[in-house]
Structure formats: C-alpha cells, structure tokens
C-alpha cells in the first residue's frame, strides 16, 4: 500500500496489513503516522507531469500537450497504486 508523507509529499511504499507509524518517510526521515493512503488521483497527477515532460522534450509545446494528457490518463488508470 503507497501513503503520501505529510511532510514532504513523497509516496511511501507500505507492505500490507502495516500500521505506518511503524514507518519513517523514504525521503524525509520524518514518521509517517497520520499519513493518508494514496489514491488515483496523485497517480494522475505524477503520470501528467511526467508525460508533460517527456513530451515537451520530444515534440516542443504541443509534445507537452499531448503527453500531460495521455500521461494523466495512464496514471489515473495505473493498477497497484491507492
């Protein structure tokens, strides 16, 4: 299970049936109680930033058009996150 670390925003992976208080951030080193699960929504929004990117460096700004949206989608639709 992935949980977003209140202090830093990263995405924490979790096994299952883990309190993750019993945790600390991967990134920050802070202790991820209280910390929400992640849903599709934060996968939507790595996947458009990410094909954002990518697209703007292949084909300029409509590259980064066309590859937030077709990213997003594919991050919103990702299986195994949230």
């Known amino acids: 299970m992935k949980y977003v670390c209140r202090h830093c925003?990263?995405?924490?992976?979790?096994?299952?049936?883990?309190?993750p208080s019993r945790y600390s951030c991967k990134s920050c080193s802070q202790p991820l109680s209280h910390?929400?699960?992640a849903t599709g929504d934060s996968s939507a929004a790595v996947g458009m930033i990410g094909g954002a990117t990518l697209?703007?460096?292949i084909g300029g700004p409509v590259g980064a058009i066309v590859g937030g949206i077709v990213g997003g989608i594919?991050?919103?639709?990702?299986?195994?996150v949230g």
């Open 55 to 57: 697209g703007a460096s």
């Open 74 to 80: 594919i991050g919103y639709n990702a299986k195994g």
């Open 35 to 37: 910390a929400p699960k």
């Open 9 to 19: 925003g990263a995405l924490n992976d979790i096994p299952d049936g883990e309190l």
